[in-house]
């Protein structure tokens, strides 16, 4: 993927278990690093303070005794630009290239640069053999972040885009799952400036991308993470099917949860899947939500709104910018189901949901006559209909729910 003039420096973080302290890494972490082996040498960001010592050891025996140029920042988080400092300490003369702001930031974060390069959008930098070509990508995820196209090599360094939870080799066959996983909750919100960048991307010649986490993609892998990129920059699902998403007290939810992706197989759903909000990781469950063109929530009410994993789980989806969905909706409550309503007000603060005409309403223990509710709400769930019934009020059975608008 790359010629002899391009070293990987980068180390696996294996002992983290919680990267931005929120997203569990079961596997740990991989922070990446290069060093261009041009005439100017070149070293292209640093890694997380925690695994300082063997970055260095590790940039040392690649430079075996020479002394680099340039530093290119693309990227000031703490965990690409936490080793700038004893970076310069022992190199000193190092030049650090790095947009505006990110200059500003490093000063926030106390490092200290005697010898600045101030790159823009488009500007290129020769060093030696090998040409910079520096791509601007604001809010991707944070305002100060550039790429580097190296024409040379193909290759595209390209920050946190197109990178994955994991250290460097894990599931080396399976790229897709944890890369969606870490773009929806990293870059998720940041859909239209993620749109932007990638129109500078696709207008490049790129063989290899090479992302500050996960491996280094080439080949028919560039191609794929674009065409998955592009989906998922513009909100529009990955997958023709049904994620059923239920947060239960007692059990009896799960039960109805259970029993509905049942119907929705047999009425002909392309593929199903359950999320336990209660249990499941909550940032796999936002990714699955993204990735499927439905989404069934069924809830338990609680406090008189609903059960506080399914809050936080809308709240999520909320903060990224969730849209363009069609939703069904589940409740269940012994004297008063309020789950629905609250749902409801959640999603409404969402674009473009498409929500079903009814609510399937559990009040306790499901019975055999909720099951006719559930073949119409999985028909409906399943219906292309663009219609949204905001205020139609739910089926429920014996009038229940008289709190539901």
């Given at each position: 993927m790359f010629s002899e003039k391009v070293k990987y420096i980068g180390v696996d973080d294996t002992d983290l278990d919680l990267f931005e302290s929120q997203y569990h890494v079961p596997q740990g972490m991989c922070y990446n690093s290069y060093v261009l082996m041009a005439d100017s040498i070149t070293v292209m960001d640093t890694v997380d303070r925690r695994k300082t010592d063997e970055w260095?050891?590790?940039?040392?025996?690649?430079?075996?005794?020479?002394?680099?140029?340039?530093?290119?920042?693309?990227?000031?988080?703490?965990?690409?630009?936490?080793?700038?400092?004893?970076?310069?300490?022992?190199?000193?003369?190092?030049?650090?290239?790095?947009?505006?702001?990110?200059?500003?930031?490093?000063?926030?974060?106390?490092?200290?640069?005697?010898?600045?390069?101030?790159?823009?959008?488009?500007?290129?930098?020769?060093?030696?053999?090998?040409?910079?070509?520096?791509?601007?990508?604001?809010?991707?995820?944070?305002?100060?972040?550039?790429?580097?196209?190296?024409?040379?090599?193909?290759?595209?360094?390209?920050?946190?885009?197109f990178g994955k939870f994991g250290i460097y080799g894990a599931d080396?066959?399976?790229?897709?799952?944890?890369?969606?996983?870490?773009?929806?909750?990293?870059?998720?919100?940041?859909?239209?400036?993620?749109?932007?960048?990638?129109?500078?991307?696709?207008?490049?010649?790129?063989?290899?991308?090479?992302?500050?986490?996960?491996?280094?993609?080439?080949g028919d892998q560039v191609y794929e993470a674009v065409r998955l990129y592009l989906l998922w920059s513009s909100y529009q699902p990955e997958t023709e099917g049904v994620l059923v998403a239920y947060a239960s007290i007692h059990g009896h939810t799960r039960e109805a949860a259970l029993k509905f992706a049942e119907v929705l197989k047999e009425r002909g759903a392309l593929q199903v899947k359950t999320i336990d909000l209660t249990r499941d990781d909550l940032s796999e469950a936002l990714s699955q939500a993204f990735r499927f063109s439905r989404l069934a929530l069924c809830c338990s009410s609680y406090d008189g709104t609903m059960f506080t994993p399914m809050a936080d789980f809308l709240h999520r989806l909320g903060l990224k910018h969730y849209q363009s969905r069609r939703v069904g909706l589940m409740q269940n409550g012994s004297w008063a189901p309020m789950a629905a309503k609250a749902m409801k007000l959640t999603l409404r603060e969402m674009k473009n949901i498409v929500f079903c005409n009814y609510t399937v309403t559990i009040t306790g223990q499901m019975q055999p006559s909720n099951l006719e509710d559930m073949n119409d709400l999985a028909d409906a769930l399943l219906s292309n209909e663009e219609v949204v019934h905001l205020n139609q009020r739910p089926r429920t059975p014996n009038n229940a729910d008289e709190d539901e608008e």
């Amino acid at each position: 993927m790359f010629s002899e003039k391009v070293k990987y420096i980068g180390v696996d973080d294996t002992d983290l278990d919680l990267f931005e302290s929120q997203y569990h890494v079961p596997q740990g972490m991989c922070y990446n690093s290069y060093v261009l082996m041009a005439d100017s040498i070149t070293v292209m960001d640093t890694v997380d303070r925690r695994k300082t010592d063997e970055w260095m050891a590790k940039l040392e025996a690649a430079l075996n005794g020479a002394k680099p140029t340039y530093l290119v920042v693309q990227h000031v988080e703490p965990d690409h630009s936490g080793s700038v400092g004893a970076f310069l300490q022992k190199y000193p003369d190092t030049q650090v290239v790095a947009t505006r702001p990110a200059h500003k930031m490093l000063q926030q974060f106390g490092v200290e640069v005697a010898h600045e390069v101030v790159i823009k959008n488009g500007e290129t930098m020769d060093i030696g053999g090998m040409t910079l070509h520096f791509l601007t990508a604001p809010m991707v995820h944070w305002p100060e972040v550039v790429m580097t196209y190296v024409p040379e090599e193909l290759t595209l360094f390209s920050a946190d885009a197109f990178g994955k939870f994991g250290i460097y080799g894990a599931d080396p066959d399976n790229w897709t799952d944890e890369a969606r996983r870490y773009y929806f909750n990293i870059c998720g919100k940041y859909g239209q400036q993620v749109s932007a960048a990638l129109r500078k991307v696709t207008a490049l010649s790129v063989d290899a991308i090479a992302p500050l986490h996960g491996p280094v993609l080439d080949g028919d892998q560039v191609y794929e993470a674009v065409r998955l990129y592009l989906l998922w920059s513009s909100y529009q699902p990955e997958t023709e099917g049904v994620l059923v998403a239920y947060a239960s007290i007692h059990g009896h939810t799960r039960e109805a949860a259970l029993k509905f992706a049942e119907v929705l197989k047999e009425r002909g759903a392309l593929q199903v899947k359950t999320i336990d909000l209660t249990r499941d990781d909550l940032s796999e469950a936002l990714s699955q939500a993204f990735r499927f063109s439905r989404l069934a929530l069924c809830c338990s009410s609680y406090d008189g709104t609903m059960f506080t994993p399914m809050a936080d789980f809308l709240h999520r989806l909320g903060l990224k910018h969730y849209q363009s969905r069609r939703v069904g909706l589940m409740q269940n409550g012994s004297w008063a189901p309020m789950a629905a309503k609250a749902m409801k007000l959640t999603l409404r603060e969402m674009k473009n949901i498409v929500f079903c005409n009814y609510t399937v309403t559990i009040t306790g223990q499901m019975q055999p006559s909720n099951l006719e509710d559930m073949n119409d709400l999985a028909d409906a769930l399943l219906s292309n209909e663009e219609v949204v019934h905001l205020n139609q009020r739910p089926r429920t059975p014996n009038n229940a729910d008289e709190d539901e608008e």
